[in-house]
């Protein structure tokens, strides 16, 4: 289940409550691909969009649902004060031999 969407032009952060049979990569490949579909068929976002490789996901224990849900809706505020928190910012490190997508 979706509990919150929110990002900015370069990336996207999503709350979910996932369910102990789903695994993390399979989320993740859920939401790449269907967005991908969706931004090359709907939105007509041509070959400028596609996703980084990997993905960075972490669990929030239920008393921090509701923080939480506040700062991933706030993203733009939050860029643009300089209120951002470094584990919800942080970048994987960039893939050399993953051909881009």
């Known amino acids: 289940m979706v ?3 929110g990002g900015m032009p ?3 952060h999503l709350l979910v409550e996932l369910h102990p049979t789903v695994s993390v990569s399979a989320l993740a490949k859920e939401v790449k691909g269907a967005s991908s ?3 090359a068929h ?3 976002a041509g070959p400028s969009f596609r996703w980084q490789t990997g993905y960075g996901a972490f669990s929030v224990s239920h008393g921090d649902v509701r923080r939480t849900t506040t700062y991933v809706l706030r993203q733009k505020e939050h860029h643009a004060s ?3 928190s470094p ?3 942080a970048l994987p490190p960039p ?3 993953a051909p881009p997508r």
């Open 3 to 5: 509990l919150a969407v």
């Open 10 to 12: 370069d990336h996207v």
């Open 37 to 39: 579909h969706a931004a």
């Open 42 to 44: 709907l939105l007509r």
């Open 82 to 84: 300089g209120t951002l």
């Open 87 to 89: 584990a919800l910012e």
């Open 95 to 97: 893939s050399i031999s």
